[in-house]
């Protein structure tokens, strides 16, 4: 069963030991998932609220999937501040 590119790109595998998105070109295989490993189908974007210096809240979409160097350059970008 193959999905629409649309809500395939909206979701990954997420590992929840490891903390970490599973690259979406990589199979299962390659990451030598064993029997019983518990992984999760999740949504990659999600809001971000940051509370600016003038108590302003700004809402932001961040994908959980980057590093936290891109997100950080990602929200600073979208709130003004770069």
Known sequence: MTLP?????????????????LPANR?????????????E???????LKVKLMD???KTVM????ESVLVLVEGICKRIGKA
């Open 41 to 47: 189908y999740r949504k990659k974007m999600r809001p």
């Open 5 to 21: 590119p649309e809500v395939s790109a909206e979701f990954q595998i997420f590992e929840p030991t490891l903390k970490k998105y």
């Open 55 to 57: 108590q302003s809240i």
């Open 62 to 65: 961040i994908d959980e999937s």
């Open 27 to 39: 199979t299962l295989g390659y990451f030598d998932i064993i029997n019983g490993t518990t992984l």
